[in-house]
């Protein structure tokens, strides 16, 4: 029987974003998978966390291509960026609470391109007027992460219904972040 990577890891990122703290036996078992064959395949947790920090990478840069954020205007990019970035939001909220994929010097580049890209929507945003300039656009792509990140933890908690998700996002960003006509 050929093991199926991706689904190894999509199996891995729903229960570790349910369940952070979960062991390799665990991850296993929800996978469908004997724990030698695992180990196989990622020699420990630290390998299973940075092959699950590449698919985040890859989901939300094709959620980014998807969204089309050169188009209309910014806040209807935002909200096809945070509609396209949904359903890994789980995954995304797990990565970025797992401290060792952004200490030393082996942070991956791909977060990188990612907050150039982001950033690059907010700085587009800035210079057409439709948001505030007092922020800058690094804290904004934070805030982002930040609040989609919270967005799904909420809706797994059940605190915030699923349908909830992109509305309260958007207009939390949006109401911070549009420039007033004082501005």
């Known amino acids: 029987m ?4 991706e689904q190894v890891l ?5 229960l570790l974003t349910r369940k952070s703290t979960a062991t ?3 991850v296993a078992r929800a996978a469908g998978i004997g724990r030698a064959t695992l180990h196989r395949h ?6 299973l966390v940075r092959a699950l920090e590449e698919l ?17 205007t910014s806040e ?12 890994g939001a789980g995954l995304l909220s797990f990565l970025v609470t797992e401290n060792q994929l952004f200490e ?21 945003g800035q210079e057409r007027g439709e948001f505030r300039l007092d922020l800058t656009p690094a804290w904004l792509t934070e805030a ?29 960003l949006l109401g911070g972040a549009r420039r007033s006509v004082e501005q």
């Open 42 to 47: 990622f020699a420990g947790r630290d390998a």
């Open 104 to 124: 030393g010097e082996q942070v991956n580049e791909g977060w990188n391109r990612l907050d150039a890209r982001v950033a690059a929507f907010f700085r587009r």
């Open 10 to 14: 999509r199996s891995a990122a729903a």
């Open 24 to 26: 390799m036996d665990e």
């Open 144 to 172: 982002l992460y930040g609040l989609v990140s919270s967005g799904a933890w909420a809706v797994q908690a059940g605190r915030v219904a699923s349908k909830d998700f992109q509305y309260m996002i958007v207009e939390l």
């Open 76 to 87: 209807e990019a935002l909200r096809r960026l945070i509609a396209a970035v949904e359903p």
């Open 56 to 72: 985040g990478i890859q989901e939300v840069e094709a959620a980014l291509d998807a969204a089309g954020l050169d188009e209309g």
């Open 2 to 5: 050929t093991l199926d990577r």
